[in-house]
């Protein structure tokens, strides 16, 4: 049975100012999947975001991966350096390449962008927003980059966006460290930009764990796209046909 998220006040649409019109608050399931390896989570993703129709329920996914690189589409393979023992993936997102592991928070939105009058620009800019948020709650200053989608502090990144977008719906999504071992990140070329910098909460003064910044995060998110959050268990993720939830 789902569950109410303990938090903030409910959730309220953005300003008109803010982009695209955006639905009263509805329904989207949370679901904590912990600590997973990244292809498992990533072929779920896809049979759910396949299974769904207009009536299904958002739902966002939050998991710490074991480490990883994934490419994305337009992934080039001179941007992984020295992968040494840490796998690499190919994998249907945008961008080039990154590193998840232990100690960062990965959320996955899925959510039916046509239903909410979202394109992608504006979703995008609204994952930015909430975790720029979520940063301020700690006096963390973030801000954006033209033409380099994520959130950077003092320079140096700490949220990397790869996204994808199949008949209106996301699914990948948000990357967020917190408190991690950055040393993988050295051998990348992360995002595809030589030289890069990347930084985590924890080193710009922040949290030492995930479980301070995870409630936030939900939050903003929700402030961010109108959701009223319920938290739900984990997706079976070797489940061939997954049935979307639907609303009551």
Known sequence: MAEPVAGRPAPQAPAPDAGA??????????RDLGRQPYEPV???MQR????????????LWLVEH?????????????????????????VDRGGQVTYH??????????????????????????????VIDTLLEWNIVGVRREGAPGVYVAGAKVAALGIRVRQGRSFHGLAFNIAMDLEPFARIN????????????LDLGGPSGMDAVKPVLLDELARQFGLALEHAPPPDLADPRPTPSRAP
Not at 73 to 86: F, K
Not at 121 to 128: A, C, L, N, P, T
């Open 66 to 90: 074991e480490p990883v690189f994934t490419l994305g589409q337009a992934g080039r393979s001179e941007h992984v350096l020295m992968p040494g023992d840490i796998p690499v993936l190919h």
């Open 48 to 59: 759910f975001t396949d299974a769904r129709d207009g009536a299904s329920l958002d739902e």
């Open 21 to 30: 019109p955006v639905a009263a608050p509805r329904a989207c399931l949370v």
């Open 190 to 201: 992360p995002c595809g930009y030589a030289g890069l910098q990347v930084t985590s909460m």
């Open 101 to 130: 592991g232990p100690g960062q928070i990965v959320a996955y939105p899925l959510l039916d962008l046509r239903r909410m009058r979202l394109g992608v620009r504006e979703y995008v800019h609204r994952i930015e927003q909430a």
């Open 42 to 44: 990533w072929r779920a």
